[in-house]
């Protein structure tokens, strides 16, 4: 009835230790005696981990200056993007600090920020409020500038944060924001462009223009209109 029934036991176990062998068994006892009944034991944390977890967390420093050197250093986030850093030069009190989202394509440690038709753009629209590049500062969200031209989704809340400190130990006379990131990173989520708006924050107030990128108006000459009224509202409280 049904399949044969007769099977050869000894050419099972045989079968079974050529399996268990190619497998990398060789033996069927182990060194040490083993109490078969304990309790097993917990999983032992690897040195390197447990010695991570213990460790205090880099924090950015409190003060200008050092907090200049930690953004440009090996702890900080844009470390590991395999990216040139373009380091910042921020004097206390200046008198207008640009906010941009990160580097231009031909941003570099000896160039500085926003080079290029970018930076002949800025120079104009400086000249055109009464600045030069002598008497304002600019900061980048992102500090280097990755190979997609964009901040990667997932370190914009930490770049966020540590912009939002650098404003506050910056203490710049008036604040003006270039482009989404910039806004976003400085105002919030709910920040939007167009109109002055009093920035406090970490004890200081600052009077803010959020507004177009240069970058933008190049691709997009019809919107200068626009920028320009923004940055009227710049002059306007200079004046003031």
């Known amino acids: 009835m049904g399949a044969d029934q007769h099977i050869d036991w000894h050419e099972a176990a045989a079968s079974t230790l050529e399996w268990w ?23 032992a944390t690897p040195a390197a981990v447990a010695a991570t977890a213990l ?23 844009e ?26 394509e031909s941003d570099t440690s000896e160039s500085g920020w926003m080079t290029g038709p970018v930076g002949t753009l800025l120079d104009r629209m400086l000249i055109a409020i009464g600045q030069s590049r002598a008497s304002v500062a600019i900061v980048g969200v ?14 914009l809340d930490t770049l966020d944060d540590l912009t939002r400190r650098l404003v506050t130990l910056a203490q710049p006379q008036q604040l003006l924001l270039f482009g989404r990131e910039a806004c976003h990173a400085v105002l919030g989520p709910d920040g939007r462009r167009g109109g ?8 200081i107030s600052c009077p803010t223009v959020a507004t177009l990128h240069p970058r933008f108006l190049l691709d997009r000459p019809q919107y200068k209109g626009e920028v320009w ?12």
């Open 21 to 43: 062998r190619d497998a990398g068994v060789d033996v069927l006892v182990e060194d040490d005696p083993r109490d078969w009944f304990a309790a097993p034991r917990p999983a």
């Open 55 to 77: 460790a205090a967390p880099d924090l950015p420093p409190d003060t200008l200056d050092a907090f200049l050197a930690w953004r440009g250093g090996d702890n900080a986030p």
């Open 79 to 104: 470390a590991a993007w395999n990216a040139a850093v373009v380091p910042l030069a921020i004097a206390p009190g200046v008198p207008l600090l640009i906010v941009t989202d990160l580097p231009e």
């Open 142 to 155: 992102a500090l280097a500038r990755p190979l997609s031209g964009r901040i990667p989704l997932n370190a």
């Open 196 to 203: 002055l708006r009093d920035l406090n924050h970490g004890g």
């Open 229 to 240: 009224r923004d940055l009227q509202l710049l002059i306007r409280e200079t004046d003031t």
